[in-house]
């Protein structure tokens, strides 16, 4: 199936370092939405985004939407070892309740 | 429990068995969505739900795969003749608007 390019696939970081990763599409979204998903659990949503150009922060976490409506960001600032996980990226076109998402980011934190 | 629930948590079936996984979203969502995950993958978009109208099915992967669901209640992915390559989590979710979806805890599914 359709899935988001998603990057980077996979990093490991120092405890107390900012990390950013990012989601491109090729089609035009109304909608992005990130999510984090635990080994074993399902997808936790983290963030919303509902307009080209909004910056929206949930504590450490800071995500955008592109003003191309093409892309997104996810930024997570002073990462602690509980950051460790899979974030996905997902997103929708107008008319449609189908979301395609992203590859995943796979985040690893070295305390 | 307020949230998205599914059942059974895990599955393990022979090849070519038929399977049922269950979704209970969460009350009042009108929309429902079934993906799959393979391991270490993405999630695979599969069917979804939006109160009475037709069901998009564009990601179903073969005819073997069919879902149901009872009005804005559960709903039930079934697998029959299941071959390896259907090994994978089971993953629901369930939203009351376009914004934004809610994913239960998964469905794990091995087939010997």
């Known amino acids: 199936g359709q899935q988001l390019n998603q990057s980077p696939q996979s990093m490991f970081i120092q405890e107390g370092e900012d990390v950013s990763m990012n989601c491109t599409s090729s089609?035009?979204?109304?909608?992005w939405l990130w999510y984090k998903q635990d080994p074993g659990e399902g997808p936790v949503l983290l963030i919303a985004?509902?307009?080209?150009?909004e910056l929206t922060s949930n504590g450490r976490l800071t995500a955008q939407f592109g003003i191309t409506r093409k892309d997104s960001f996810l930024n997570i600032s002073a990462s602690i070892p509980s950051d460790v996980g899979i974030y996905f990226c997902a997103g929708r076109s107008s008319g449609t309740y189908k979301y395609i998402f992203g590859t995943g980011t796979r985040l690893k934190v070295l305390a | 429990g307020a949230g998205v629930s599914q059942s059974p948590s895990n599955k393990v079936t022979e090849k070519g068995k038929d399977v049922e996984l269950r979704c209970d979203p969460i009350s009042g969502h009108t929309a429902l969505y079934w993906y799959r995950q393979r391991l270490g993958q993405g999630l695979e978009f599969l069917i979804y739900f939006q109160g009475n109208s037709a069901p998009d099915k564009s990601g179903l992967p073969s005819d073997r795969f069919s879902a149901e669901r009872t009005g804005e209640s559960v709903s039930t992915l079934t697998i029959q003749r299941t071959q390896q390559e259907d090994s994978a989590v089971y993953l629901c979710a369930s939203s009351p608007s376009p914004e934004t979806q809610y994913f239960g805890p998964g469905t794990r599914l091995l087939v010997l």
């Open positions: 089609s035009i979204f109304n909608t």
């Open positions: 985004l509902y307009k080209a150009g």
